[in-house]
C-alpha cells in the first residue's frame, strides 16, 4: 500500500509560480509510474502530466505544456510539479497518484492510477 501526501498548494496571483509535491510513505516510489490531477470545483477530475517511473518519460495536457514540469525524486520518494505562469484556470484541488504500471500508456485516464492523496488547494488570483 502506497500513501501520497501532497503539498505546497496556496494562493498566488496570476503570472506566479508553486513548486507541489508529493511524498510517499509505505513504499518506494521507484516502480510506480506517478501522475498530477486537478479538480475545480463542480468539475471533473482531469490530468494535468505524467512521469514514467524512471522519469525517462513525461506527458502533459495541452493546457499547462510549456508551463508546467513534472519530475521525480526516487531516492526522495517524492513527486514534484513545478508550476510557473500560473492562470485564474489552474485554480483547482491538485492531486498525485502512483499507478501500479511503471508507463501505463493511458497516462491521462484517471483509472490507471491506484494509490491517491488527499489533494492539496490551489488558487490563483487576478
Known amino acids: 500500500q502506497v500513501q501520497l501526501v501532497e503539498s505546497g498548494g496556496g494562493l498566488v496571483q496570476a503570472g506566479g509560480s508553486l513548486r507541489l509535491s508529493c511524498d510517499a510513505s509505505?513504499?518506494?516510489?521507484?516502480?510506480?509510474?506517478m501522475g498530477w490531477f486537478r479538480q475545480a470545483p463542480g468539475q471533473e477530475r482531469d490530468f494535468v502530466a505524467a512521469?514514467?517511473?524512471?522519469?525517462?518519460?513525461?506527458y502533459y495536457a495541452d493546457s499547462v505544456k510549456g508551463r508546467f514540469t513534472i519530475s521525480r525524486d526516487n531516492a526522495k520518494n517524492t513527486i514534484y510539479l513545478q508550476m510557473t505562469s500560473l492562470k485564474i484556470e489552474d485554480t483547482a484541488v491538485y492531486y498525485c497518484?502512483?499507478?501500479?504500471?511503471?508507463?501505463?500508456?493511458?497516462?491521462?485516464?484517471?483509472?490507471?492510477?491506484?494509490?491517491w492523496g488527499q489533494g492539496t488547494q490551489v488558487t490563483v488570483s487576478s
Open positions: 509505505g513504499r518506494t516510489l521507484s516502480n510506480y509510474g
Open positions: 497518484a502512483a499507478s501500479d504500471l511503471g508507463a501505463p500508456s493511458a497516462f491521462d485516464w484517471a483509472a490507471v492510477y491506484d494509490y
Open positions: 512521469i514514467t517511473w524512471n522519469g525517462d518519460n513525461t
